[in-house]
């Protein structure tokens, strides 16, 4: 069985029983290693044999993770009160290393059972990076141990509305266990406004008409060489606190209206001779920001604007695509510039869930290819994967699993398994046996599509 | 005050406390009725006075229960520990008298605590209809005694997915200490589909190209005269079983395709000069349904369809107006002839919950106004209020509650409060009070309007 991500049921008249399944085995290649990585090896193999008994043999141990989530799914339960497994031999890999789900703690919190059982969701569907973003303009939840002001004024509520170092470590270890790797964003220099409530200066103070500050705020004020001491001690602890190789440093929607209003900002511009393009402000901040990140070992993901401007970036440099949410020539246009010039990409313009809509949407999402675009192979190689993403604007803990799943995993299918499998209408029985299954492990998921019903919806209670 | 649905939290810092409340009264005019009803008194005065202490009175046991329910919101806690109400003097009563939810538990099964919870958060929004569309083509969820093999074998499982006789009563035992009318639906001569499973000779044959039935069923065959006994019967337990004077007969939406290829039907068209008009058929079909629940002393609630084909109606009898969700004209034009031929009428076209758009759509649902029709003061006075609706193709009990609160919040208040409160804008911080209130006290419920918290959002937990 290649290429399908969820495994239907056997179908129990068809069944003959050969033997009872006495031994279950994992194995896996190498050393045990610590945390999932984007080169991970998730390949695995099963083998249910009425003699040899059932073996999970995962290329790593992160492979066995995915091998043992695929055995679950393999056992269903009789009417007779017993358990069946088919005979079979499944080799399984993913077609992309990135397959990622990002969530928005700072348009509402979401609470730290939410992000447990967002993560127990994304393992049963074999998404394998949390792009937790994790601060932005209306709340900054994250407890900084060098800057603790931030979350104490920039938190909606500094008592429960935080993560703490310890509920930031169980995330990791909770997802680790999982095999999915968490990579944390720091979104600047715009989406910044409630790190001003906690860090004076940081921010660029705009001007009125009348030449005077306005009491409005702007993005990070790039001008002040405090600042960028700020950033490399923040980012110092933010590389420190979480374990992947990535950061994702944002760079997206930087509005340059309060830029324009100051007029140290403008004297600045005058100073290196951009003119009137804040695009080159922009990338000097940026520029900067990437360079403290290098200096730390790591490496970073980026919105496409940072390449859009013409930052100076690091080979291993991943450009993360969203613009043109509906207009695929948008993002395919994007896709072909950034591998062109020899970047990594990862996809999300297709798959933003926050904007729901009525009916089975997970089907567009479904029949979302990131190959559909023009490149050599060489290009195609460098698409890494993509990312749904639910924003938070209109998402909180009541919300976020019963609307993120099952419509994700079309996302997750469409990341994991053959680009043959094209078309939503022959994968909606798959997609009912998994949402019937998560229900069934008491994950609280929508109807996939239109009428019907799971065996357990009627546990489903509030 | 007057107008108003939700109470706004009294400002600590212009408080001065001059007394601590130690009576709070109930009291209410007239015999304790036993089940709420569509002229039921909800009017309620409320007098909170640091000598006399609180006295909550309503014109019948159901505004006592109303005014509780304000009372309750007039209570806030104070970081002192200590909880806090203002003298305050309050005169409230509704402006519509039906004010009405739509649930829907044949496209998914609701399970019977979602269906609690409904019943909770709807009390504390002061609708006071919860209208159950119980049954319908995918599903026939409802026990019926008389007829055990409609759920046997038209429900989805009749083991876990069904309401039996005690689920039914507790239902309306707990909508009742609500002040919640429950008014079922039983949609006929279409939306059958599953009336047919467990009742062979119900629904019509439709017949192929060949002159053959070909296998598909469509509406009620009201042809065949075992029909209505069965519908008689069938109809004979539901107002037994359900305790409100009004029934809802549907009649919405019957398709005349399969009808017009069916030998026999065509037959009957003939004999009684129908020509090639089909309503002529469906009213043949109501006329007699709504004869058989006038003689079982039952007022009936129909779709608009109903009226428009000129089926010969009770002069008590709904007309409930559903076309034309986005377009007011299609709406206001069909209240104005509703109510111009005398009937009353429920509107509920603007309020299709389910037709989910991103962002805040509460407002425009807030903006819908049901005396915008051309029509007399006394056309305008048989405008019984409305309904908001929650068909449940993508609806089960993992998001029944979340998507319908708050949302549906803004509905209430239009129809409970004055015409004079009209904009949205000046509804939200209202609203947004209100819902941090339901999330305190354990109503998982989405965000109201773009990014924000509530005091409790951290405890929202899957």
């Given at each position: 069985?290649?290429g399908?991500?969820f495994?239907s049921k ?9 033997g009872k ?6 194995r896996?290649d190498?050393?045990?290693?610590e ?10 193999t ?11 043999y ?6 066995a993770?995915r ?10 339960y009789?009417n ?5 497994i088919?005979?079979?031999k499944?080799?399984?890999?993913p ?19 939410t992000?447990f ?5 994304m393992?049963m569907?074999?998404l394998?990076?949390?792009h937790?973003?994790?601060?932005d303009?209306e ?7 060098t800057?603790?002001e ?16 310890e ?5 990791l270890?909770?997802?680790r ?8 964003e ?6 910044t406004?409630?790190w001003?409530?906690?860090?004076p200066?940081?921010?660029?103070p ?8 306005n ?10 060489p405090?600042n960028?001491k700020f950033?490399?001690?923040l980012?110092?602890?933010i590389?420190s606190?979480f374990?992947?190789?990535?950061i ?6 930087v509005?340059f209206?309060c830029?324009a209003?100051n007029?140290?900002i403008r ?14 402000l922009e ?7 990437v360079n403290?990140?290098?200096?730390l070992?790591?490496s970073?993901?980026?919105w ?6 013409n930052?100076?970036l ?6 993360h695509?969203?613009?043109g949410?509906d207009?695929?020539s948008?993002?395919?246009t ?11 990409a ?9 904007l729901?809509s ?5 089907r ?8 559909s675009?023009?490149?050599t192979d060489e ?7 993509g990312e ?6 209109y998402i909180n803990g009541?919300n976020?699993?019963s609307?993120?799943f ?7 299918e469409?990341?994991?398994?053959s ?5 939503a ?7 009912r046996?998994?949402a ?16 019907g019903?799971?065996e ?7």
């Amino acid at each position: 069985m290649e290429g399908q991500l969820f495994s239907s049921k056997p179908s129990s008249s068809s069944q003959s029983i050969v033997g009872k399944l006495q031994n279950v085995t994992v194995r896996y290649d190498g050393q045990c290693e610590e945390w999932p990585h984007l080169n991970m090896m998730e390949n695995y193999t099963i083998v249910v044999d009425p003699i040899v008994g059932a073996i999970i043999y995962g290329r790593s141990i992160w492979g066995a993770i995915r091998g043992l989530e695929t055995f679950s799914q393999l056992i269903t339960y009789s009417n007779q009160n017993e358990f069946l497994i088919n005979t079979i031999k499944i080799k399984d890999f993913p077609r992309f290393k990135h397959r990622g789900l990002l969530i928005d703690s700072s348009r509402h919190f979401l609470p730290i059972k939410t992000i447990f059982k967002t993560l127990d969701s994304m393992e049963m569907n074999k998404l394998n990076v949390l792009h937790w973003h994790i601060v932005d303009d209306e709340s900054f939840p994250f407890e900084s141990e060098t800057f603790p002001e931030l979350s104490r004024k920039g938190s909606y509520d500094p008592q429960y509305h935080v993560y703490r170092d310890e509920d930031v470590n169980a995330i990791l270890e909770y997802a680790r266990q999982r095999a999915i790797r968490v990579v944390v964003e720091f979104d600047s220099p715009g989406h910044t406004w409630s790190w001003g409530l906690g860090q004076p200066g940081l921010l660029t103070p705009c001007y009125g008409p009348n030449g005077q500050p306005n009491g409005i705020f702007g993005p990070i004020d790039p001008t002040k060489p405090n600042n960028f001491k700020f950033i490399r001690n923040l980012f110092t602890e933010i590389a420190s606190r979480f374990k992947d190789q990535y950061i994702h440093l944002g760079g997206d929607e930087v509005s340059f209206d309060c830029w324009a209003t100051n007029p140290s900002i403008r004297e600045f511009m005058e100073q290196h001779q951009y003119g009137n393009d804040y695009t080159r402000l922009e990338s000097y901040y940026v520029q900067k920001l990437v360079n403290i990140v290098k200096q730390l070992n790591r490496s970073y993901v980026v919105w496409q604007e940072v390449f859009d401007h013409n930052v100076t970036l690091k080979s291993d440099t991943v450009v993360h695509v969203w613009i043109g949410n509906d207009t695929s020539s948008t993002w395919s246009t994007e896709l072909s510039k950034v591998t062109e010039a020899g970047y990594q990409a990862l996809l999300s313009s297709p798959w933003y869930l926050d904007l729901i809509s009525y009916g089975p949407d997970w089907r567009k999402y479904y029949e979302s290819e990131p190959y559909s675009f023009d490149g050599t192979d060489e290009q195609k190689r460098l698409i890494l994967g993509g990312e749904a993403a639910v924003w938070a604007e209109y998402i909180n803990g009541a919300n976020m699993i019963s609307r993120t799943f099952p419509r994700v995993n079309a996302v997750a299918e469409r990341l994991w398994s053959s680009q043959r499998l094209a078309k939503a209408n022959r994968a909606v029985g798959r997609f009912r046996t998994q949402a019937c299954r998560m229900i069934k492990l008491g994950i609280r998921i929508q109807p996939i599509d239109g009428p019907g019903w799971c065996e357990c919806d009627y546990a489903l209670t509030d």
